[in-house]
């Protein structure tokens, strides 16, 4: 009788989708010892190089049900993947604590009764005087601004993380095709998808990674999934002030929504946008700089040095991400939204046990 492990090397795999979620997927199953293909046509395009890496876990307010076991799963399992990525860079970490800052008195008030109900020690409240954010209110020149710290959460530069698992691709040789599927068939006991030039890929499994694209190859196989397009949009700001150093604020923070990360003493991150659209809204620097009452002066002077955007989908009507078997070695995992980075090892794991349970 074959052993489990003989079984994994002999089975064949194809990914469709190079982004974050594909990635990943890819990572830890060729860990496992499948054989990996990955296909995509335009795998530096997608919505994971527009995204800006926060890791929004251990302050999510909603601490059970689905949405919450997959957060905290991911929390436990970045940390052993970042060590094992270090491997191939060893620059690549996660960039802590993680702020959320309120100017709304209502938005502050259930921060604070999120914080005391769960007793939890990596969270604290942040009261105006803190010493958090006390640049913070010097740069902005204002004092009305509170909120919490999370010094679990932060961010991985996506840029950093996604070349780092090209490496690694690279180095256990997976294969890539930049290839566009159109089709996919069951036949017998295989999986038959078949490219925009008429060639045919055999596998014994199928992983649908490929975001809003996913739908089109499974509506011919009567599955009811509906995802949404969200575009979101980001600027990099550079100020021309020298009494304002960005370095001196805290490495990523959020202010009523906003997601900033200071690059460098002149630069910043502002982002994103919830746009249901797929063409970017015209002029994005005053809806993504305007989430305080006043701006200071060196951000209404700012001028955009860079601005990039990303459609993410989004499941519409039910809950997001869709992580489904839908058939005999037919996965999806898809529609992560804005989360993608965050839940990728959680996502990773689950492909992981529903393979392993269909080959036992």
Known sequence: MKSLKENFQKTKILIIGSGIIGKFNALELSELGFQITIIDPTQHKNSSNAALGL????????????????RKQSIELWPQWIAFLQKFNNE?????????????????????KFIYENNDINLRILERDSIFIKNINKAFQTKNIKGMISFEDGRIN???LLKTLDKYLKNKKINFLEEEIIKIRKLDNQWIST???????????????NSLKA??????LSHNIKLKPVLGQAIEVGINDAEVDLLSLPKQFNINGKNIIPISKNKLIIGSTDEYSTKPEE???EQLTNFLDKKPTWLMNGQ??????????RPDGEPSPIMKSLDDG????????????????????WVANEIKEYLS
């Open 304 to 313: 955009i040095s860079r601005k990039w955007s990303g459609i993410r989908s």
């Open 158 to 160: 996506p840029i950093s």
């Open 195 to 209: 490219t925009r030039n008429n060639e045919e890929i055999k596998s014994d499994i199928v992983i649908l990674c």
């Open 55 to 70: 890791l929004m876990g251990n302050m999510y307010q909603k601490r059970r049900g689905r949405s919450w076991d997959l």
């Open 330 to 349: 037919l996965i999806i995992c898809t529609g992560f939204y804005k989360n993608g980075i965050l839940l990728a090892p959680a996502c990773s794991r």
């Open 283 to 285: 002029n994005i620097q």
């Open 215 to 220: 739908v089109d190859l499974i509506d011919n």
């Open 92 to 112: 690549l970490n996660i960039e802590k604590p993680l702020i959320q800052l309120t100017t709304n008195e209502e938005k502050f008030k259930k921060l604070e």
